[in-house]
């Protein structure tokens, strides 16, 4: 079951949007795999991992946290991957 799902509205193209997106998972020491359909991620929060995945349906970057530290809410994770993104 997941534990958060989000959808971040794009312009431009996909492939500059995950690209930015891999970016800013890999400055924070993660992985970021996939095309410009789907794909996966992960990232060390604090010895702890966020774990994801996403897909690509016209403008929208669609996501879906698998798992993630309790104390971190959906919103944050959210918040920062727009920040980096849009």
């Excluded at 312009?11 to 891999?22: F, N, P, Q, R, Y």
């Excluded at 970021?32 to 403008?59: H, K, L, P, R």
Aim: hydrophobic letters at 40%; a negative charge.
């Amino acid at each position: 079951m997941s534990e958060c799902n989000f959808t971040i509205p794009f312009s431009g193209e996909a492939t500059i949007v995950l690209d930015k997106a891999k970016r800013a998972v890999e400055k924070q020491s993660g992985s970021f795999t996939g095309d410009t359909n789907q794909g996966n991620f992960n990232v060390s929060f604090f010895g702890q991992e966020i774990v994801g995945a996403y897909t690509v349906t016209g403008n929208d970057l669609n996501i879906v946290i698998e798992s993630k530290p309790f104390m971190v809410p959906c919103n944050a994770i959210e918040s920062f991957l727009k920040s980096q993104i849009v």
